[in-house]
């Protein structure tokens, strides 16, 4: 059996060092650590093939690694937030948008940001390369503007160093000459490498028609030029900076050693200086007594004592000291399915070393794919367990949990309405009280976000009766762990309820709470019904269109991602959808005057649509408008379903031969309404403009022949489709 979880390693960022290091952590998880890994991103990119990406070379997929994925088959919690500071006297990082994260043990590996304040004009005007994690989508807009210019334009790049170098060669390279690059450094080319390779990527670039400007330092920027101190300003139509990075700014309030540039200081082990809790590695970290440059090569080399340094911690074993190399292997690609190689003294180009190099990083980013062998899990469950009310979670967590939780949202959250027995709910007057309850086990391992999309997917059931939400309480169930790391989940989860009950506007006024096997999250929800017109389940006209607000697919997704199959796109895509609430689709459908309003939720589309129809009227259903989530269609053709997938084809009972994905169950899934053709329009303008991007009009109702309640418009069944 695993041993009980009890302290919370938690790394910051998608780096190199970090990524190598979780490899090497998964396969051998440190006994009694939960590892979490937060990211501003879900796509951490891979230095070494971004030229490659941008000259055209490689696909998205295969120049980044899927961090939700890659954390998925490897039992590793994933949290999408922006780190925003780090309070060490207390164990939290501070995140964008959500409470704080507790840790026993931290890891940093959150690399640098550009440098623009040192020149005038050139934060205003200037595309920064970094931070990596951007830089293709910054790319792709950049080059779409190229694309409808009306003749070739003038780039120029900032930067004499590796990445700037690879960057105008494939710049150029995916341009095709349909622009004039320049390259400007402002010392020589390529500082501290061979003579030899830098004559050899001074002939690459002239052969390219590459201009280069040594020891030309840029004094100022302007909208349509750079000063570098010549005669004439260097005119250009989109500047590319290169150089010069900087650390996170928070890193200043964190009272960690910084060196003169504001950057972490470590020792040979890895960990901050002063902070035996904290490791630093790759760019965002100095190490104090062998410093090296900012370089991919030097992150990746630090992995492996990395690794080996945050088990030990754990573990309260001896740590490890990392030297870094002296002399290592530098492969600069040049645009073309051409490199140049250097090691020390010696240097090699051509369309071989490109090819070795191609090798090189399909290997390592081999790493990252797939399903790990051999992988130990994580998961830890203690011996005993009592059931019933014996299950209950302590009144001193309780207590303290809801304490914190109440002075972070004090208008939604009152302890004393959590000491009374039963909650008692007073409205106005000629109100109605609409009550729903919907529990849901862990679709993911993020328990604040977990919490938020409990709490919309239990408010749908009232905004899709056209009900104000009033007052909830929620049930919860916290699988085993001990103590300590039983109060942060249970307090990440209840601010992710609290937040989205604030926003909602509903007083939480009680709850319960157990532990068990698993996660679950639950909610009671009351609304009121008051002058306001409700929205009904059934009704309905003939002629009346058909429009469902959110895209379908949460439920294949996530049963694919139970074995590792589903992309990082799909994944943030679900995620998304399931946050948006339904609380303005409510509101536009009653202005609208929707004759008939359901969620669709686990009964999947077609069943939740049998239930609005009358006896006397029928469904048309055009399968090809029905909007899906990002990459369902390739998870249905690959045979994965849901496991409520069956029950719901069981449940409709029809002959025809409907696509996979009207079967499918919604966790927070979007509003099913019937509205006039008169009105369609103005509903489809409001709703878009409210953020439901995806609402679309799927299909229309007649009068029943008494055929098939459901049938389709399409002639033929566009099978997984």
Same mark, same amino acid.
């Given at each position: 059996?695993?041993?009980?979880?009890?302290?919370?390693?938690?790394?910051?960022?998608?780096?190199?060092?970090?990524?190598?290091?979780? !490899?090497?952590?998964?396969?051998?998880?440190?006994?009694?650590?939960?590892?979490?890994?937060?990211?501003?991103?879900?796509?951490?990119?891979?230095?070494?093939?971004?030229?490659?990406?941008?000259? *055209?070379?490689?696909?998205?997929?295969?120049?980044?690694?899927?961090?939700?994925?890659?954390?998925?088959?490897?039992?590793?919690?994933?949290?999408?937030?922006?780190?925003?500071?780090?309070?060490?006297?207390?164990?939290?990082? +501070?995140?964008?948008?959500?409470?704080?994260?507790?840790?026993?043990?931290?890891?940093?590996?959150?690399?640098?940001?550009?440098?623009?304040?040192?020149?005038?004009?050139?934060?205003?005007?200037?595309?920064?390369?970094?931070?990596?994690?951007?830089?293709?989508? #910054?790319?792709?807009?950049?080059?779409?503007?190229?694309?409808?210019?009306?003749?070739?334009?003038?780039?120029?790049?900032?930067?004499?160093?590796?990445?700037?170098?690879?960057?105008?060669?494939?710049?150029?390279?995916?341009?095709?000459?349909?622009?004039?690059?320049?390259?400007?450094?402002?010392?020589?080319?390529?500082?501290?490498?061979?003579? #030899?390779?830098?004559?050899?990527?001074?002939?690459?670039?002239?052969?390219?028609?590459? !201009?280069?400007?040594?020891?030309?330092?840029?004094?100022?920027?302007?909208?349509?030029?750079?000063?570098?101190?010549?005669?004439?300003?260097?005119?250009?139509?989109?500047?590319?900076?290169?150089?010069?990075?900087?650390?996170?700014?928070?890193?200043?309030?964190?009272?960690?050693? /910084?060196?003169?540039?504001?950057? /972490?200081? %470590?020792?040979?082990?890895?960990?901050?200086?002063?902070?035996?809790?904290?490791?630093?590695?790759?760019?965002?970290?100095?190490?104090?007594? +062998?410093?090296?440059?900012?370089?991919?090569?030097?992150?990746?080399?630090?992995?492996?004592?990395?690794?080996?340094?945050?088990?030990?911690?754990?573990?309260?074993?001896?740590?490890?000291?990392?030297?870094?190399?002296?002399?290592?292997?530098?492969?600069?690609?040049?645009?073309?399915?051409?490199?140049?190689?250097?090691?020390?003294?010696?240097?090699?180009?051509?369309?071989?070393?490109?090819?070795?190099?191609?090798?090189?990083?399909?290997?390592?980013?081999?790493?990252?794919?797939?399903?790990?062998?051999?992988?130990? @899990?994580?998961?830890?469950?203690?011996?005993?367990?009592?059931?019933?009310?014996?299950?209950?979670?302590?009144?001193?967590?309780?207590?303290?949990?809801?304490?914190?939780?109440?002075?972070?949202?004090?208008?939604?959250?009152?302890?004393?309405?959590?000491?009374?027995?039963?909650?008692?709910?007073?409205?106005?007057?000629?109100?109605?009280? %609409?009550?729903?309850?919907?529990?849901?086990?862990?679709?993911?391992?993020?328990?604040?976000?977990?919490?938020?999309?409990?709490?919309?997917?239990?408010?749908?059931?009232?905004?899709?009766?056209?009900?104000?939400?009033?007052?909830?309480?929620?049930?919860?169930?916290?699988?085993?762990?001990?103590?300590?790391?039983?109060?942060?989940?249970?307090?990440?989860?209840?601010?992710?309820?609290?937040?989205?009950?604030?926003?909602?506007?509903?007083?939480?006024? *009680?709850?319960?709470?157990?532990? *068990?096997?698993?996660?679950?999250?639950?909610?009671?929800?009351?609304?009121?019904?008051? *002058?306001?017109?409700?929205?009904?389940?059934?009704?309905?006209?003939?002629?009346?269109?058909?429009?469902?607000?959110?895209?379908?697919?949460?439920?294949?997704?996530?049963?694919?991602?139970?074995?590792?199959?589903? %992309?990082?796109?799909?994944?943030?895509?679900?995620?998304?959808?399931?946050?948006?609430?339904?609380?303005?689709?409510?509101?536009?459908?009653?202005?609208?005057?929707?004759?008939?309003?359901?969620?669709? !939720?686990?009964?999947?589309?077609?069943?939740?649509?049998?239930?609005?129809?009358?006896?006397?009227?029928?469904?048309?259903?055009?399968?090809?408008?029905?909007?899906? /989530?990002?990459?369902?269609?390739?998870?249905?053709?690959?045979?994965?379903?849901?496991?409520?997938?069956?029950?719901?084809?069981?449940?409709?009972?029809?002959?025809?031969?409907?696509?996979?994905?009207?079967?499918? @169950?919604?966790?927070?899934?979007?509003?099913?309404?019937?509205?006039?053709?008169?009105?369609?329009?103005?509903?489809?303008?409001?709703? +878009?403009?409210?953020?439901?991007?995806?609402?679309?009009?799927?299909?229309?109702?007649?009068?029943?022949?008494?055929?098939?309640?459901?049938?389709?418009?399409?002639?033929?069944?566009?099978?997984?489709?």
């Amino acid at each position: 059996m695993a041993a009980p979880l009890r302290r919370d390693l938690v790394l910051l960022g998608g780096g190199h060092s970090h990524m190598l290091a979780l !490899t090497r952590l998964a396969m051998d998880p440190p006994a009694g650590a939960r590892l979490t890994l937060v990211s501003d991103t879900d796509f951490a990119p891979y230095s070494g093939m971004l030229p490659g990406l941008v000259a *055209g070379h490689y696909s998205f997929h295969e120049a980044h690694i899927d961090l939700r994925r890659f954390c998925s088959t490897r039992n590793l919690r994933f949290v999408r937030a922006a780190v925003k500071g780090i309070d060490p006297n207390l164990g939290r990082v +501070h995140l964008e948008g959500r409470p704080p994260l507790e840790y026993d043990l931290l890891s940093i590996n959150i690399g640098a940001q550009p440098e623009l304040d040192s020149v005038p004009g050139a934060s205003e005007y200037a595309l920064p390369v970094k931070p990596v994690g951007t830089l293709y989508r #910054r790319w792709t807009k950049l080059r779409e503007r190229l694309v409808g210019a009306a003749g070739p334009l003038r780039i120029v790049l900032v930067g004499g160093g590796a990445g700037s170098v690879e960057l105008a060669f494939a710049v150029h390279h995916r341009l095709d000459g349909a622009a004039d690059v320049q390259l400007v450094c402002g010392r020589e080319l390529l500082p501290g490498y061979n003579a #030899r390779v830098q004559k050899t990527v001074r002939q690459a670039l002239a052969r390219a028609g590459i !201009t280069l400007h040594e020891h030309s330092r840029v004094q100022a920027v302007h909208a349509d030029s750079v000063d570098t101190g010549a005669a004439e300003p260097l005119g250009y139509d989109e500047l590319l900076w290169c150089t010069g990075v900087a650390p996170a700014g928070w890193l200043k309030a964190t009272g960690f050693p /910084l060196d003169d540039k504001g950057f /972490l200081v %470590v020792d040979d082990t890895l960990q901050v200086q002063g902070h035996p809790g904290v490791f630093a590695a790759g760019d965002v970290a100095v190490q104090q007594k +062998h410093p090296r440059p900012r370089a991919g090569v030097f992150a990746v080399r630090q992995a492996p004592v990395l690794a080996h340094n945050l088990a030990a911690a754990v573990a309260g074993a001896p740590l490890r000291k990392h030297r870094p190399q002296q002399m290592f292997l530098s492969l600069l690609s040049l645009g073309e399915k051409r490199a140049v190689a250097e090691r020390g003294p010696l240097a090699a180009q051509g369309h071989w070393v490109w090819r070795w190099k191609d090798r090189i990083d399909r290997k390592f980013m081999e790493r990252f794919a797939g399903h790990p062998q051999d992988m130990t @899990p994580s998961a830890a469950a203690m011996d005993m367990h009592c059931g019933g009310c014996g299950a209950k979670l302590p009144a001193d967590m309780l207590r303290q949990s809801l304490a914190i939780v109440a002075s972070a949202y004090p208008r939604t959250v009152s302890l004393q309405r959590f000491q009374d027995d039963a909650a008692v709910v007073r409205w106005p007057a000629g109100s109605a009280l %609409v009550q729903s309850v919907d529990t849901l086990r862990a679709l993911v391992d993020d328990v604040f976000l977990m919490g938020r999309i409990a709490a919309i997917h239990a408010l749908s059931d009232l905004y899709a009766m056209g009900a104000e939400p009033h007052s909830a309480q929620a049930q919860l169930c916290l699988p085993y762990l001990l103590p300590k790391l039983q109060q942060r989940d249970l307090q990440q989860i209840m601010m992710g309820i609290a937040m989205e009950l604030e926003q909602a506007g509903c007083q939480m006024v *009680g709850g319960h709470s157990m532990e *068990g096997p698993e996660l679950s999250v639950g909610l009671t929800v009351n609304g009121l019904l008051s *002058g306001a017109p409700s929205l009904d389940k059934q009704g309905g006209a003939a002629g009346d269109l058909i429009v469902l607000t959110k895209p379908l697919g949460t439920g294949v997704a996530y049963a694919a991602a139970m074995k590792g199959e589903t %992309v990082g796109e799909t994944l943030a895509a679900a995620e998304t959808s399931m946050l948006c609430s339904n609380a303005e689709a409510s509101r536009i459908a009653r202005t609208q005057q929707a004759s008939a309003c359901t969620d669709v !939720t686990g009964f999947g589309l077609l069943c939740h649509l049998m239930e609005m129809l009358p006896s006397d009227l029928a469904a048309e259903i055009d399968p090809q408008s029905v909007p899906l /989530l990002p990459g369902v269609d390739a998870l249905l053709q690959a045979g994965y379903r849901s496991t409520m997938h069956d029950a719901n084809v069981h449940s409709v009972r029809s002959a025809l031969e409907w696509p996979a994905f009207c079967y499918d @169950p919604q966790t927070s899934g979007g509003l099913l309404m019937f509205v006039s053709p008169a009105r369609l329009d103005k509903l489809l303008e409001a709703l +878009h403009a409210a953020g439901y991007s995806s609402a679309s009009a799927i299909g229309s109702l007649r009068a029943r022949d008494g055929g098939e309640a459901l049938c389709m418009t399409a002639e033929e069944s566009p099978g997984d489709r």
